[in-house]
């Protein structure tokens, strides 16, 4: 072949390879200007403040309530009667705004109505509030807006309010630290002698009565000591942290870099800290401390002080976290009993613990799993049980409102109705002294409740991601009054954002059902596919799932404009909201439990939808999420083909104490000690053992990117730089982002960090590469 065919030959094909990888190239393009269309859903502030709930405002003591509701048009205020069903607006806004026109002589908006400090007349006929600091009072039946006078009263110059004072509950004595040590002074506007007696003496630097972020600062700092309701008894749970050990962030950004360094407490550590109850009595001028101690290095909380000011309710759990007592503390004579105790292995999850006491401590409301479901159980005041209050397959949570007069407890529970999603909120009443429930809130959907003070209504705000928000006003029974309000979504759905999609897959023992949310393209198409990227966070006190309707979904909408489908999916152990077995599945075995259960759900989600490339899977999370995305990609290499790991705590045996020996396990080795004497003592060590990132470093094959910011004292940097140093001993390619300056969160370089990310994925996943030649990293074309 002659040199002039080969030139031919190659000049020839190659328009039609280049015309071929064009177009190849424009199918995996990532659609940047799709994503930046979703990057602001205020519309230009016309959905900054829209609401998608309502709060009522009781009127004087009635059943009756005003509300505001925003709009995008504007802000508008109703009046509604429960009794009678009826809702109507509290005035009309156009005769309003011309009045007030009228009496300010300025431009006065209908749709920028916004007035406060509503105050209504006995009869309700009229109202009160304040406009551009001036006092109005209108006419409901008449219509007429006139000025109040404001009465000139001749005071004493008030004492300015400062963030430092915690007030006594009359007001007249104001409770503050300052040099480590607990102040107190009157209030001068009381006329209370402002002369200042210092309750303490031996508070010191990591022992202070100061709130811990205030406490280094000079002069009166805010407290973390409380009032009594007898305006006479303080009480505070000291920390000691002296023996803590010392960690640093570096803050390059200063003239002079430095470190910043503050206490940190390590599972398995010697020295932790150490919790000291005192009361104070500032009659008398004592100060005493509580003797509670029970348990090595226990955890102390307080819970409830008495109406008479006679007793404190506390709790202590042990350091092991299998054990807890309710006690009491008499504030007068000091004794301390204990109450309740309950055992629970192997720990009693600290997030979803609820105790109420009632009644000045006759009654006590302690939640439990002690079936291996979360019930409630009722104790007398001397620990007696009294009753099973709620008990099932099923799990209860926090209580929302209690009705003492009624011996009524509101409260949410999960799973109970099979046929609703079991992290479904729903309302129930539970009578105090026996046993048994009654289902309010029984749509399916996240349901959000606020009672009115005589508990005869309440305002049910429900939905789902799929489905808006419904506000609606019932009674005590759960009857539907009325429906309050609609959101106003009109824009939002015009601006092209389209609802997610619920579904439900197998966990990997193919039994247990979990519960997920999927994202699409706006111009979604379901005849291409798609790479898939799992957000993910482990949990294990709570998912992150979202389950209700909103438009802060932590990039996903974003990040599926691009050209992915995003799934976000529950695992087994991310939550106690489905039972004991559920949620203890991760205990002893922190790094590795939710994985084969993402992995499993992908898969069937990308056998199930043919739009689904179940070979182009990303992983993204954030702090746990961070680590179990690294974890994700090195312990299932050949599935996972890119990750992005922000702030993971990749090496758990230097993250938080209480976090780690809770919900990894930490064993309490016994030894007894002699002296030279010959006598014996008990001493404690604390074995703790977890598996890190670093180990399984060496199995990358695909795409990491790992993120922190270098001033991270949550999740400190230390934890990213050991994951570095292991891919950089086994030879691995990644990439990593130093945040200068941020924390846990990134702060004013979230939208750099963002960016950075959907390129990162747009290149790994989708192939598109563009990124790497374009100088600007905001360039969108």
Known sequence: MTLKKIVFVVFGVCPFLIQLQAQEIAQ????????????????????????????????????????????????DYYYVVPAAGKREPLFDKGKMAMQLSELTKGVVDRNKLDISSVTFSKDQGSFEFDYKSKRYSYNRLTGKLTLVEKKEEKKEPEEPIYSWMTFSPDKKYILYAKNHNLYVKGNKALGVDTTEVQLTTDGVENFSYAREEEAGENGEVPTTALWCPDNRHIYVVRDDNRLLRDFWVINSLEDSPSLIKYKYEFPGDKYVTQNE????????????????????????????????????????????????????????????????????????????????????????????????????????????????????????????????????????????????????????????????????????????????????????????????????????????????????????????????????????????????????????????????????????????????FTLDDSYCTRMAQLGFIVITVGHRGDTPMRGKAYHRYGYGNMRDYPLADDKYAIEQLAQRHSFIDGKKVGIYGHSGGGFMAAAAICTYPDFYTAAVSCSGNHDNSIYNRGWGECYNGVKEVEKVVKDSLGNETKEYEYKFSVKSNAEIAKNLKGHLMLVTGDMDKNVNPAHTYRMAKALIEAGKDFDMLVIPGAGHGYGSADKYFERKMYRFFAKHLLGDARADCWEDINRSK
């Open 277 to 548: 109850l005192t009361i104070i009595d500032i009659v008398e001028k004592t100060a005493k401390k509580a003797k509670i101690d029970k348990w090595k290095d226990q955890y102390i909380m307080p819970l409830h002080v008495t109406s008479d000011s006679k007793y404190l309710f506390f709790e202590r759990t042990k350091r092991t976290w299998d054990e807890v007592d309710v006690c009491s503390v008499n504030l007068s004579t000091m004794e301390v009993k204990e109450v309740i105790h309950e055992e629970d292995k192997p720990y009693r999850d600290p997030h979803a613990r609820n105790v109420a006491i009632l009644n000045d401590g006759k009654d006590i409301l302690f939640r439990s799993e002690r079936t291996g479901w979360g019930h409630y159980y009722h104790y007398d005041g001397d620990g007696n049980l009294k009753n099973v209050m709620t008990s099932g397959e099923w799990v209860t949570g926090y209580i929302n409102s209690i009705d003492t007069l009624k011996r009524k407890v509101y409260l949410y529970g999960y799973g109970k109705d099979k046929k609703v999603n079991p992290f479904y909120y729903m309302l129930y009443e539970v009578d105090i002294d026996k046993e048994g429930v009654t289902p309010l809130s029984t749509e399916d959907g996240q349901h959000n409740v606020n009672f009115l003070k005589s508990h005869n209504y309440y305002v049910d705000t429900y939905s789902r991601v799929d489905m808006e928000p419904k506000i609606m006003l019932k009674d005590r029974k759960g009857k539907v009054i009325m429906e309050l309000a609609k959101p106003d979504l009109d824009l939002v759905y015009a601006s092209g954002w389209k609802k997610p999609e619920r579904f439900v897959v197998k966990a990997a023992d193919n039994v247990t059902d979990l519960y997920g949310v999927m994202w699409k393209p706006s111009d979604f198409d379901p005849e291409k596919k798609y790479p898939i990227i799992s957000v993910v966070y482990p949990g294990p006190y709570f998912g992150f799932v979202p389950t209700n």
């Open 28 to 75: 995996r393009q990532a659609n940047y200007e799709l994503t930046d269309k979703f990057q602001d859903f205020t519309l230009g502030g016309k959905l900054s403040n829209i609401s998608l709930s309502v709060y009522p405002r009781e009127i004087n003591d009635t059943d009756n309530f005003w509300f505001e509701f925003q709009t995008t048009v504007g802000k």
